[in-house]
């Protein structure tokens, strides 16, 4: 009786102590108040994620390459300077967040989305997992238009590749102030190893994203080529074709050019850096014989600039990272656009579908497949 007596007791211990972390958490180390993020004082800049636990969301970003910090906190609510015991309760309207800031010289706001979507249960609008209640919901919380539009295209991207059987529910909202969490919560995987594994473990997230990500769930993030060369270098490594065209804003001739009739699935890159910018499922035939496109296969890397040259006005369209001239935007094309995106082969690099993921863009594979099949 009493050694029956004795294992309930330390079950009990090991439950308490190892299965809810966060209850232990509270018991021993009840917080008062959470601080507003500070100024960023460097040049990294800063993008905002919920997916659930934030302790579960800080090891994928802390990994990456041009990511200085993770900083787990509360963003969203109305309540000044919200406690742990607070926003886990649900009294503050606050939602679990990481804030990472990042080196988009070295690593894209594009490539963190990526990182982000396979670290959730992007169709559970209740919480995230085991955790239950609005204050464990997944969403992007955009600071300027740019992550905006980035954030909608990926959202996009993610309805449209199949991968999920339900609507994508998370949302992309602006973000407002986010505080802080306690000191105990940040690099909680670090600081108490043992634990958060345990409640990795039996928390469902690992075991769903296997389901569906597989071998998947680690980005593949594409080999980005310098984008500071000088005049000589890109003489060096561009054809004269290839500099006349990205360098001095030249047009290369109609029915003459390497892609204007390739049939081939797969992406085009940008020839100086390799920023991917469109999609064989997207190309068409426009009689002009030139490569035409209806819209870009990641819109974040085409910027438009007005053309007044030729005695008209026209919309140029350049690279974002290169800034190589690649063509221009008109309003005659095809449905669902009715644009026409008419580029020069020679600013162009063609990555073939069955060379994508060794060459690094293996993200883009679904899209290209799945635009093939609706054609």
């Known amino acids: 009786m009493k050694a029956t007596r004795w294992i309930l ?3 009990i211990a090991v439950v308490l102590i190892f299965a809810v972390p966060k209850l232990y958490d509270v018991v021993f180390k009840r917080s008062y108040g959470s601080e507003p993020a500070q100024a960023i004082e460097n040049n990294d800049s800063v993008a905002t994620f919920a997916g659930g ?6 090891p994928p970003f802390e990994k990456l390459d041009g990511v200085s910090e993770v900083v787990s906190g509360y963003i969203g609510g109305e309540t000044e300077n919200p406690s742990y015991e607070e926003v886990s309760a649900g009294e503050t309207g606050h939602i679990e967040a990481v804030q990472v800031y990042y080196d988009p010289d070295v690593v894209s706001y594009e490539t963190l989305l990526d990182v982000f979507w396979r670290q959730i249960d992007p ?3 209740g919480g995230q997992f085991v955790d239950r209640g609005d204050q464990y919901v997944s969403a992007i919380f955009y600071h300027s238009e740019d992550q905006k539009k980035a954030g909608m295209q990926s959202k996009e991207d993610i309805q449209n590749s199949g991968r999920f059987d339900q609507s994508i529910v998370t949302p992309i909202e602006e973000a407002t102030t986010f505080y802080v969490a306690e000191d105990y919560h940040q690099d909680y995987y670090k600081e108490n190893e043992l634990r958060y594994k345990f409640y990795r473990k039996n928390s469902g997230r690992d075991q769903f994203l296997d389901k569906y990500w597989g071998n998947e769930r680690e980005v593949d993030i594409p080999e980005v080529k310098s984008t500071s060369y000088s005049k000589a270098e890109l003489k060096e490594m561009l054809t004269p074709i290839q500099y006349e065209v990205t360098q001095e804003d030249g047009t290369e001739k109609a029915f003459d050019n390497k892609y204007w009739d390739n049939k081939e699935q797969g992406i085009y890159v940008d020839i100086v ?7 064989s499922s997207d190309k068409y035939e426009s009689g002009t014989g030139w490569p035409s496109f209806t819209k870009p296969l990641v819109p974040q890397n085409i910027v438009e600039k007005e053309d007044k040259s030729f005695f008209t006005v026209r919309t140029e369209i350049r690279s974002k990272e290169a800034d190589s001239h690649l063509g221009h935007v008109f309003e005659d094309g095809p449905e669902p656009t009715g644009l026409r995106y008419c580029m020069n082969s020679a600013a162009m ?9 060794e060459k690094g863009y293996g993200e883009y594979i679904e899209t290209v ?7």
């Open 349 to 357: 690099d063609f990555i073939p579908l069955d060379e994508m993921e």
């Open 53 to 58: 636990c934030f302790w579960c969301m800080e």
């Open 9 to 11: 007791l330390v079950g």
């Open 273 to 279: 850096s390799g920023e991917p910018l469109f999609s």
């Open 123 to 125: 169709t559970d609008d």
């Open 369 to 375: 497949k799945n635009g093939a099949e609706s054609e």
